[in-house]
């Protein structure tokens, strides 16, 4: 079965760079897109990242994504930090069936 | 404005069954295809299923295939998910979310999501 794993959580200070790791388990991470959600306390999840590294209209620059083939892995890296960026973060892909995969989330925590 | 509004939620006895709905706007529902996705208490993100936008295909997540049921009606623009034989681990806040772009033969990322409903799942 084809599953992601990102860390519980992460922390670090305003202004600073935190990455969040996203590993693929039973299937190549390249053969389908990865995508990142946001979900702030108490609300709906929001796409900061599709389609491995794209942005949609509206999500600042400080967001990107990227896939590293060699660790079957994927990222979502944030930078300059904000109070603002503390949420849940989901990687999300697809089965070769047709279905959507969630990872179990990671909890980022701005000091 | 893409709006989406799920509806029905509440308290179910395990074993009975609940239609929830999503009301959909500010788009060109025909167009789109939808999914449902739900989140228990305090946990994580769970994808469920995901119709087609012309509602000739059906994909379903193994924790609830033939349990759970999702349909689309175009005229009214309102797409539906019958959960049938409830547990209590079912529930959750369920979300209705629209896919990223347009006329696609499968899923696509998950671009505007609503504001959920919810369903306990209790004696």
């Known amino acids: 079965n084809f599953m992601l794993t990102q860390p519980p959580s992460v922390s670090e200070s305003p202004g600073q760079t935190v990455t969040i790791s996203c590993t693929a388990s039973?299937?190549?991470?390249?053969?389908?897109?990865v995508q990142w959600y946001q979900q702030r306390p108490t609300s709906a999840p929001t796409t900061v990242i599709y389609e491995d590294n794209q942005r949609p209209s509206g999500v600042p620059n400080r967001f990107s994504g990227s896939i590293d083939y060699s660790s079957n892995s994927a990222s979502l890296t944030i930078s300059g930090l904000k109070t603002e960026d503390e949420a849940d973060y989901y990687c999300q892909s697809y089965t070769d069936i047709n279905q959507a995969v969630f990872g179990g989330g990671t909890k980022l925590t701005v000091l | 404005q893409v709006h989406l509004e799920e509806s029905g939620g509440g308290v179910v006895q395990p074993g009975k069954s609940l239609r929830l709905s999503c009301a959909a706007a500010?788009?060109?529902?025909?167009?789109?295809?939808m999914h449902w996705v739900r989140q228990a208490p305090g946990k994580g993100l769970e994808w469920l299923t995901y119709?087609?936008?012309?509602?000739?295909?059906?994909f379903y997540a193994d924790s609830v295939k033939g349990r759970f049921t999702m349909s689309r009606d175009d005229s009214t623009q309102t797409v539906v998910l019958q959960m049938q034989r409830l547990k209590t681990e079912d529930t959750a806040v369920y979300y209705c979310?629209?896919?990223?772009?347009?006329?696609?033969?499968?899923?696509?990322?998950?671009?505007?999501w609503g504001q959920g409903t919810k369903v306990t799942v209790s004696s």
């Open positions: 500010g788009f060109t529902f025909s167009h789109y295809g």
């Open positions: 039973g299937g190549n991470i390249g053969r389908n897109y």
């Open positions: 979310v629209r896919d990223g772009r347009p006329l696609l033969r499968s899923l696509d990322w998950l671009g505007t």
């Open positions: 119709i087609l936008y012309d509602g000739s295909e059906q």
